[in-house]
């Protein structure tokens, strides 16, 4: 699936701004880790589509997410085995599918902490600008702050990609300092 017809397709499940920059912020967490990992062209697409469709049913059904996308959307898009497994095993509690692959580990790794970066450069005023890997990891033990997002995600996603909690804020800080720059990212 090409990548206009993705983002046209995601434009018609969701309507908030916010999911579509989470949708926006996971995608490119996820095309940049394929880089990272040295993946080729045709990968680092798949891995970009995956964070970008992870959340295209929540809006609309929130209850049965993302197990109405597995079962009547990602079937018209003829979405490959893979990419739907990932994004299965990113909600385990609803789903019983847990993270295998790479692929799924890295989404399970992305999408929480995305999320939390995300909602401390909301209050800090420069937003991502000057943002360390301090300015994440003391937010987080902050139990009331953002209090939806779940800490013990994040720490089990980093554990399941195998790299620290400091490296892997880190990589996403700098990710999102570039897509921020270049207008595709709020
Ligand atoms: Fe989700
Ligand atoms: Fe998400």
């Not at 959340?55 to 003829?78: G, R, S, T």
Request: with cysteine.
């Amino acid at each position: 699936m090409e990548k206009k017809h993705a983002e046209s397709l995601l434009n018609t499940y969701i309507k908030s701004n916010s999911l579509l920059n989470h949708s926006h912020m996971v995608a490119i967490a996820m095309q940049a880790s394929a880089k990272k990992l040295d993946k080729n062209e045709n990968t680092i697409h798949d891995w970009w589509l995956c964070g970008l469709l992870h959340d295209i049913d929540w809006e609309i059904y929130p209850d049965q997410h993302p197990n109405h996308a597995v079962e009547h959307i990602f079937p018209i898009l003829e979405l490959s085995d893979e990419i739907q497994h990932a994004i299965l095993a990113h909600a385990p509690e609803r789903t019983g599918v847990t993270a295998e692959t790479e692929m799924d580990c890295y989404l399970f790794a992305s999408d929480e902490l995305s999320g939390f970066i995300h909602a401390v450069s909301l209050i800090r005023p420069t937003g991502y600008d000057g943002m360390k890997v301090k300015s994440i990891t003391k937010k987080l033990k902050n139990v009331n702050f953002a209090a939806n997002v779940s800490r013990d995600d994040i720490y089990h996603g980093v554990e399941l990609i195998g790299e620290t909690l400091a490296d892997h804020i880190l990589f996403l800080i700098n990710v999102f300092q570039d897509a921020k720059q270049r207008n595709l990212i709020n």
